[in-house]
């Protein structure tokens, strides 16, 4: 009985840790031209900020910034998008990076806009993260490791 009870204990723990730390967790990588998503009632911004950080330029309307709740692996840029955007427009911007060494054109930047007022799109606001200087000139920023 005591084993049943321990064993119970641990299930219980394992599930709410898993539950608790999935709420936090997001996952939005892209991999060439195909997305990887997990996310739940995240703000676009937020999103299109993690894709800015792994390198693409953002342009979007301000106006635009729903809640988005997805989960996908591997999925063609072009249908993750309209899975996730359905009543706005976008465009993808490829650039050959000649650096790389590779013939194939790669993503630079993507537009997100209401048809038909594409002049209304900005360059993606990104909140800044807060950056803490403690003691001796060392710096501290939630999850990022800093370098000087």
């Not at 009543?87 to 806009?113: C, H, T």
């Amino acid at each position: 009985m005591k084993l049943f009870k321990l064993i119970l204990i641990f299930m219980v723990s394992i599930s709410l840790n898993s539950h608790f730390s999935r709420a936090s967790d997001q996952i939005v990588r892209l991999d060439g031209d195909r997305l990887t998503l997990d996310v739940q009632k995240q703000p676009l911004s937020t999103i299109l900020g993690k894709l800015s950080d792994q390198g693409i330029r953002i342009l979007i309307d301000p106006r635009i910034n729903p809640k988005i709740s997805a989960t996908f692996v591997d999925r063609p840029l072009g249908t993750a998008l309209n899975s996730i955007l359905k009543s706005v427009d976008y465009a993808f911007i490829w650039k050959k990076d000649n650096a790389s060494g590779s013939d194939e054109p790669q993503l630079w930047e993507i537009r997100i806009f209401y048809k038909g007022q594409g002049e209304r799109i900005r360059p993606l606001k990104k909140s800044t993260p807060a950056v803490v200087a403690t003691g001796g000139g060392v710096y501290h920023m939630k999850d990022t490791l800093l370098v000087k």
